[in-house]
Each structure stands twice: as C-alpha cells, then as structure tokens.
T-cell receptor, first 113, second 109 residues
Framework: DVKVTQSSRYLVKRTGEKVFLECVQD?????MFWYRQDPGLGLRLIYF???????EKGDIPEGYSVSREKKERFSLILESASTNQTSMYLC????????????FGPGTRLTVT | GQNIDQPTEMTATEGAIVQINCTYQ??????LFWYQQHAGEAPTFLSY????GLEEKGRFSSFLSRSKGYSYLLLKELQMKDSASYLC??????????FGAGTTVTVRA
C-alpha cells in the first residue's frame, strides 16, 4: 500500500513565524503535490513537483514556497505565516502514467494566531 | 478557469440509494475522479472515468458524459460508514487536478 505521511497532524504558530510542513511518500513516486482545504472551497493546489529539485506553481502559490531535495520528501514552507493561512494542508503523491490517481496524506491542520 | 459544481449536502437513509451530481466547465479534460473523505482523514480514491458511460465497482458506480460536462456518483445500499464527503475532481492536464468543494453525505438509521 502507498503510504504518504505528514510530519504533524496539528500545528499552532504565531503570525510572522516561518513554518515547515513535511511530507514523505514511500512508493518512489515522481510527482508530489501540496493542497490546502478550506470549507466551501475544496482542495486548492499550492505547488507541485514532478521530479527532484523541480517545482511548479499551482493555483494559489502566494505566500508559500516548496523544496524537493529528495524524491521521497516534499516540503511546504510558509516564509512568514499569516492568519489567512490557517487551513488544512494535504500532501499527495502520484506515479507516472496509469490512472493518475493521487494518494493523500492525513493532513496537517495549521492554526496561525 | 475551472468551475466544478456539486451539491453541498445530502441526507439519505440506511439501505437507500443516493446520487451525487457533478458538473464541470474546465479549460482541459483528461478524466474525472471521485474521492471519499471521512471527517479528519485523507481523501481516498473511489473511481476514475475518462470515457463516457457507467463504471460499476461494488456498491458504488460513476457515470460520465463529456459532451454535457456531467458526472454522477451513485451509492447503493447505503451504510452508516458511507457518511463522508465526496469530492469530484477533473484532471485538466498531466499534473493538475481541479476539485469541487465536496458533497457531505449523511446516512441516517
């Protein structure tokens, strides 16, 4: 079974702090994704990566950056957290080809106060 | 842009059938996914349609009409454990999935 893990289930940070969210997958997938999920808005893509050190902006990249130094790990960085970044953050991974199914991690609920 | 619409909430009785509709207007189309998400958990894959027609998988079926920009997920013989959010997502290109806001289904005894 594909396993996608995220470093924290719950996180509380203060405005202006630098925040790191870590995601690890164990299926040697090339593609990894970061989403945020907000009530009434669904999942929105922040960034994705199709290979090590490669990254592409999604629909809402402002205020975020990412890092992919190893194939299995994809990090989301909030350079200076703001209250409007309070949300559920979901990481996903996907292999190449096939049904293009994405496998999701359990999510990190981030609260910025 | 991408526009994916699905109802916000639906309620049904245990043992009944529920149909969740999804309409989409997207800049590209390469397939449509349905995911199930229980409260506080990760979304899990239910189905993938790329051609028109009905795909059946046990109690769950998914239908696609590309010409109408329309899909539905049919849940039969509802069980309490089916209470969850159901997410419709369109694969616009090789990488990107665009999601609807999700439909929360509540199954009552």
């Amino acid at each position: 079974d594909v396993k996608v893990t995220q470093s924290s289930r719950y996180l509380v940070k203060r405005t202006g702090e630098k925040v790191f969210l870590e995601c690890v997958q164990d299926m040697d997938h090339e593609n990894m994704f970061w989403y945020r999920q907000d009530p009434g808005l669904g999942l929105r893509l922040i960034y994705f990566s199709y290979d090590v050190k490669m990254k592409e902006k999604g629909d809402i990249p402002e205020g975020y950056s990412v890092s992919r130094e190893k194939k299995e790990r994809f990090s989301l960085i909030l350079e200076s957290a703001s209250t409007n970044q309070t949300s559920m953050y979901l990481c996903a991974s996907r292999g190449s080809g096939g049904t293009y199914e994405q496998y999701f991690g359990p999510g990190t609920r981030l609260t910025v106060t | 842009g991408q526009n994916i619409d699905q109802p916000t909430e639906m309620t049904a009785t245990e043992g009944a059938i529920v149909q969740i509709n999804c309409t989409y207007q997207t800049s590209g189309f390469n397939g449509l996914f349905w995911y199930q998400q229980h409260a506080g958990e990760a979304p899990t894959f239910l189905s993938y349609n790329v051609l028109d027609g009905l795909e059946e998988k046990g109690r769950f079926s998914s239908f696609l009409s590309r010409s109408k920009g329309y899909s539905y997920l049919l849940l039969k013989e509802l069980q309490m454990k089916d209470s969850a959010s159901y997410l419709c997502a369109v694969r616009a290109n090789d990488y990107k999935l665009s999601f609807g806001a999700g439909t929360t289904v509540t199954v009552r005894a």
